[in-house]
């Protein structure tokens, strides 16, 4: 923990030491309101270093933290456990809007030829059922992808973890795109209707009527029948 005006001097400090004990292949900084340093070291070993203000740390719970060195016993004015989660209600539908918009340009992408841009936004809509989970069970300020497994429920990875992940021609990601709105929807909606987050119906049917030209309009009423 240090304050402002000393995480520059800190950070090189740290740098230097990194240096001398396993020279670095890559040593980097970045954040705002707090300073995330990562550095690798030839044999892949990473290290990672926060530095946060007194008003970042006091967000801390003394659950999340082990210390390995706290003179003044900084650790003990924690909260014991964390803050209970919290859900951000306008997120989740920012994100189902989202998802809608990207699945709704499907058709002109597959039109266009442009295989590439559909096989980006199929891994966006991936990216946005992990987001969307993860907001709906307040993990948002969860630590880095790598945790995810320990965030999540076993149910919601297994989830993750058998979404399509794509496919070089274009009928079949047109089939993974359907798949993922399949899974996706049904769950977003109940999220929605726990946590009282408006659920974009319009947007929904305009969606399905842009699909209806790649999947037909009978198709496309069961994809709009996934709401209910």
């Known amino acids: 923990m240090a ?39 030839k044999d892949w070993l990473s290290c990672d270093l926060v530095i946060a203000c007194a008003q970042r740390f006091a967000e801390r719970s003394q659950n999340d933290l082990k210390a390995a060195y706290d003179p003044k016993s900084l650790l003990n004015t924690l909260r014991i456990a964390p803050k ?16 809608l918009r990207i699945l709704g340009l499907l058709p002109a992408g597959i039109k266009r030829g442009e295989l590439y841009t559909v096989q980006f936004g199929l891994g966006i809509l991936r990216d946005h059922v992990a987001q969307f989970l993860t907001e709906a069970a307040g993990l948002t300020g969860r630590s880095g992808a790598l945790n995810l497994s320990r965030d999540l429920s076993s149910k919601d990875m297994s989830l993750l973890n058998n979404l399509p992940i794509g496919s070089k021609s274009a009928q ?9 709105a ?16 408006e659920w974009p119906a319009d947007l929904i049917n305009a969606a399905a009527n842009s699909l209806a030209t790649l999947i037909g309009d009978a198709n496309a009423q069961q994809f709009r029948q996934l709401q209910h």
């Open 172 to 180: 079949p990601l047109i089939e993974d795109y359907v798949k993922i």
């Open 3 to 41: 304050e402002p005006e000393h995480e520059t001097c800190i950070a090189i400090v740290w740098f230097d030491l990194l240096r001398k004990l396993a020279p670095p292949v890559v040593m980097y900084r970045q954040g705002n309101q707090q300073i995330l340093i990562n550095i690798a070291t």
């Open 84 to 99: 209970p989660p919290t859900t951000d209600e306008t997120r989740l539908t920012a994100l189902v809007q989202e998802f």
């Open 182 to 197: 399949i899974v996706f929807l049904p769950l977003a909606k109940r999220h929605c209707d726990t946590h009282g987050a």
